[in-house]
């Protein structure tokens, strides 16, 4: 008999505003209480895996291994190669980043131009140095430059000793505040984010198909117990009425029907062990070891009873309401990185706008000896300015337009985003109770029809009743326990759907 307690569903007036202070109060109770997952048990338990896959007779019959939705759902974000696959996003991301972080790196450089011609040097130009860009925007660098010839440039034209020199190159227009090197940077810390957002979806999908073909695996385990447990009451029973017939004590019609009823009950296991067949093989799919070495479920492996099961059910009470729980959706997460990225790119789009206006300073220094800072002096330098402008601005104007276009387009997206998944979340919501409230009834069911199937069999043994009436009431009884037992596994999926909604799976 399958006996345990669930909570019904609240009761609700017909105000709206009770009906949406009671959905706010159950969204609260979404989440299962995180238990420490015994990782020398999983380990345990993918070593049975191996050892019933290779070497099936060191096991007896009786030898059993409870298989519970936790240590699955650990084995499948631990090795399911899709897990992995997520996890490449987060690499991914960080490459992204350290590739944006290379624009700032140090860059060492160097030139020589030489040209010899009738045995004579016409010029030999020498520039090497160090260049080393600032996240504010000021390029940094010193170097070392010659040049010497008899048809030199004199602009190029150096002491024997060459010079050394140092300075800053800063852009006051254009770039002062942001160019494409610091954007580049802005987007890829933001697009790292974003690739943590994206692994917790591709988890999030990952780990709804994996409950929901768990439960169908314990439902479809548990149908043929069922099954299993009428097959050998109506052996007993075929084989007691036999005997009854042999001695007259019965019809001989009752043997008949009771042959009858044994044979419809083999073939409702037979359907039983296809359904269940096919669950195993679904659930395989989901099952690898740390070598990613696809598993497979052995017949030493089952899910737990009724009882261990809801013995282990808890939520946990959450203090935020529904709208702070769907905020942080891993979608509308992304979708808000978007935005940021779309506006760090509107600024770079304006900046372009400004005039450029580059401004260039170099102190320089002939070495003496080998010694760069003798008889330096502040009146011995170099500078530049330079300046350019579009007249219209057309091409400026018309790129922050778009950017402003793209960020428009992408908030009405969020705000839809948004009140679909609250509408998910409340979907799922209602069928959680719907089906907290139908397990109580089924349970209810099952007590009821099995004190139904105990009063016609001693009606039966005193006469009253017929075997035929006898074995009516026991299809009831099996047709009752398995729809029982489809509503546990109807309710553990819709439980897991509403953390689905909420994209707190991962």
């Not at 759902?73 to 897990?83: E, G, M, R, Y």
């Not at 972080?101 to 004579?120: L, S």
């Not at 309401?321 to 990225?341: G, T």
Request: neutral net charge; contains cysteine.
């Amino acid at each position: 008999m399958f006996l345990f307690g669930m909570s019904c569903g609240v009761s609700l007036t017909d105000s709206h505003q009770i009906i949406t202070k009671v959905k706010q109060q159950k969204i609260k109770q979404v989440l299962l209480i995180k238990k420490r997952i015994n990782m020398s048990a999983i380990l345990k338990l993918l070593l049975l895996m191996k050892l019933c896959c290779s070497f099936p007779f060191l096991f007896a019959q009786d030898s059993l291994q409870s298989f519970g939705f936790d240590d699955y759902l650990t084995i499948v974000k631990k090795f399911h190669p899709l897990a992995k696959q997520a996890e490449l996003q987060t690499e991914l991301g960080a490459a992204e980043l350290m590739y944006s972080k290379g624009g700032f790196d140090p860059k060492a450089f160097g030139d020589i131009n030489q040209k010899y011609f009738d045995d004579k040097q016409y010029y030999s130009l020498i520039d090497a140095g160090l260049k080393i860009p600032t996240w504010f925007g000021v390029e940094v660098y010193s170097g070392y430059e010659q040049g010497e010839g008899v048809n030199i440039n004199p602009q190029r034209y150096t002491p024997d000793e060459g010079l050394v020199y140092a300075g800053v190159s800063v852009s006051l227009g254009k770039g002062l505040f942001m160019d494409e090197r610091r954007a580049q940077l802005k987007k890829a810390k933001i697009y790292n984010e974003l690739t943590l957002e994206e692994r917790r979806l591709l988890v999030n999908d990952l780990l709804l198909d994996a409950s929901n073909v768990y439960w169908s695996w314990y439902a479809a385990a548990q149908k043929i117990k069922v099954v299993e447990k009428s097959i050998e009451l109506a052996k007993v029973r075929f084989k007691g009425i036999k005997s009854s017939a042999l001695m007259g004590e019965s019809p001989t019609i009752d043997t008949l029907e009771a042959l009858i009823q044994l044979q419809n009950r083999e073939i409702l296991l037979q359907n039983a062990v296809l359904e269940y067949e096919n669950a195993k093989e679904a659930l395989n799919v989901y099952l690898w070891d740390e070598n990613q070495v696809p598993l497979e479920i052995s017949d030493r492996i089952e899910p737990p009873s009724n009882e261990e099961l809801f013995s282990k059910i808890n939520v946990l009470q959450q203090e935020g309401k529904m709208d702070s729980l769907i905020h942080n959706h891993p979608y509308l997460k992304k979708n808000q990185l978007y935005i940021n990225q779309l506006e760090i790119e509107r600024r770079l789009k304006l900046e372009q706008i400004k005039p450029q206006v580059d401004l260039k300073y170099n102190a320089i220094n002939e070495p003496v000896n080998g010694d760069v800072f003798n008889a330096y002096s502040i009146n011995n330098y170099k500078w530049g300015l330079t300046f350019s402008m579009p007249l219209f601005l057309r091409k400026g104007r018309a790129a922050v337009k778009k950017a402003d276009v793209k960020i428009q387009d992408q908030k009405l997206e969020l705000e839809y985003l948004q009140a679909k998944l609250k509408s998910s979340v409340n979907s799922a919501v209602n069928t959680w109770e719907t089906t907290q409230t139908q397990i109580n009834i089924y349970n209810q069911t099952v007590v009821n029809v099995e004190k139904l199937v105990e009063g016609e069999q001693k009606r039966f043994d005193v006469g009253e009743s017929s075997l035929f009436l006898v074995n009516q009431r026991e299809m009831s009884l099996i047709k009752a326990q398995i729809d029982f037992i489809k509503m546990i596994a109807k309710n553990q999926q819709a439980f897991i759907k509403v953390q689905y909604s909420l994209g707190v799976l991962d």
